[in-house]
């Protein structure tokens, strides 16, 4: 049994879509990055490969990599798949937390949870995606920037 934990923030601007767990979310600005910038997905590869103690995802998908330019991260989240199963290992569960200020995650996360099972595939029940503001503190409550975190636990196949 392997667990893994991870985090990522991206800053919030504008002319930038904003996609959280594969799910486009319908505001007035979206998460600047390299990448598509799917900070839940980002903290979600960085516990599976903790759990692997195989470092980062800056480590696979660097982002002075012109590939990786606006990158589906839907697609990076299926490589950490492979990485998962070549290493002989299996999801137990994965939990997870978004935290923004705005807008409000709560009628998306069903279709975030989705995604990302199939996307694993593995079953929606071992996806957990919740949701939190700051309480209006910080860089989130501020609205100037998303975080999340994740954990994760591996089991051998
Ligand atoms: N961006 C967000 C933040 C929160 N939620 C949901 O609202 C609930 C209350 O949030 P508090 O920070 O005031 O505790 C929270 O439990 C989430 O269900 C949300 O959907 N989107
Ligand atoms: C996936 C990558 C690829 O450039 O995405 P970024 O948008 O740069 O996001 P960040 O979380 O700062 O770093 C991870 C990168 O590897």
């Not at 980002?42 to 800056?58: E, K, P, V």
């Not at 490589?79 to 995650?105: C, H, L, R, T, W």
Request: charged share 25%.
């Amino acid at each position: 049994m392997r667990i893994g934990i991870g985090y990522d923030v991206h800053k919030l601007v504008e002319n930038r879509k904003l996609i959280i767990g594969g799910v486009t979310i319908p505001h007035e600005k979206g998460l600047d990055g390299h990448s598509d910038a799917d900070v839940l997905v980002h903290a979600i590869m960085d516990s599976l490969l903790g759990a692997l103690a195989m470092g980062d995802i800056g480590k696979f998908f660097p982002d002075t990599d012109m590939k990786y330019k606006d990158v589906d991260s839907m697609l990076l989240l299926k490589e950490v798949a492979s990485f998962i199963d070549e290493k002989g290992y299996k999801i137990g569960n994965i939990d997870s937390v978004i935290i923004a200020q705005q807008p409000k995650m709560a009628p998306f996360i069903d279709s975030m949870r989705v995604r990302i099972a199939q996307v694993l595939e593995i079953d929606v029940e071992q996806v957990g995606v919740k949701a939190t503001t700051t309480e209006h503190l910080g860089f989130e409550g501020r609205k100037e920037g998303i975080s999340s975190s994740s954990v994760a636990i591996l089991f051998k196949k």
